[in-house]
T-cell receptor, first 111, second 116 residues
Framework: DAKTTQPTSMDCAEGRAANLPCNHS???????VYWYRQIHSQGPQYIIH???NNETNEMASLIITEDRKSSTLILPHATLRDTAVYYC????????????FGKGTLLTVNP | GAVVSQHPSWVICKSGTSVKIECRSL??????MFWYRQFPKQSLMLMAT?????????EQGVEKDKFLINHASLTLSTLTVTSAHPEDSSFYIC????????????FGSGTQLSVL
């Protein structure tokens, strides 16, 4: 697994965009960048993943730098329900690949 | 999206008893499932990789005789905590990835185990 570095915590105002950074300078060329989040006392929830290109889905956008050493997860309009721990993970994907979770970023969305 | 069902959601047991946790992929087949453990205010720690039809692969430091894993079908894996002790109290989470197609894991809702 590519080791990732994230801030321990962040705050965001409700309705504003939340931008969560992640450094993954050791990621290899065939490793994806995955983002998951975990709301308290629940199982992690998949958000988005990408390889080289920026990605967008109904939940978030993922911006990956050209050198692939870092990325930013963007929640365009954060709500109180987006308060969770967000994990950035490097992985090769596939059904047999295990994901190793770091400490993640606790995002607190404030009213 | 794909659904992984985990049962039970919570269980309380006496010290010395065994507890079984089930993990089912409801709408896809998974040749591999993963079991994690999470202590309060800590991240998820991978315990073992469950392979359909073969023995599980355990991470370093995880006792295979204490945490028995069975993956009898492409949609079901079970984790049995044998002779449970209070220090085994934790949040256990399973995950699975579809055998084909998407490259991502889907997680169960977790099982909170409390050993008295």
């Amino acid at each position: 697994d590519a080791k990732t570095t994230q801030p321990t915590s962040m705050d965001c105002a409700e309705g504003r965009a939340a931008n969560l950074p992640c450094n993954h300078s050791t990621i290899s060329g065939n490793e994806y960048v995955y983002w998951y989040r975990q709301i308290h006392s629940q199982g992690p929830q998949y958000i988005i993943h990408g390889l080289k290109n920026n990605e967008t889905n109904e939940m978030a956008s993922l911006i990956i730098t050209e050198d692939r050493k870092s990325s930013t997860l963007i929640l365009p309009h954060a709500t109180l329900r987006d308060t969770a721990v967000y994990y950035c993970i490097g992985g090769s994907g596939g059904s047999n690949y295990k994901l190793t979770f770091g400490k993640g970023t606790l995002l607190t969305v404030n009213p | 999206g794909a659904v992984v069902s985990q049962h039970p959601s919570w269980v309380i047991c006496k010290s010395g008893t065994s507890v079984k946790i089930e993990c089912r992929s409801l709408d896809f087949q998974a040749t591999t499932m993963f079991w994690y453990r999470q202590f309060p205010k800590q991240s998820l720690m991978l315990m073992a990789t469950s392979n359909e039809g073969s023995k599980a692969t355990y991470e370093q430091g995880v006792e295979k005789d204490k945490f028995l894993i069975n993956h009898a079908s492409l949609t079901l894996s079970t984790l049995t905590v044998t002779s449970a002790h209070p220090e085994d109290s934790s949040f256990y989470i399973c995950s699975a990835s579809p055998r084909t197609g998407v490259k991502k894991l889907f997680f169960g809702s977790g099982t909170q185990l409390s050993v008295l």
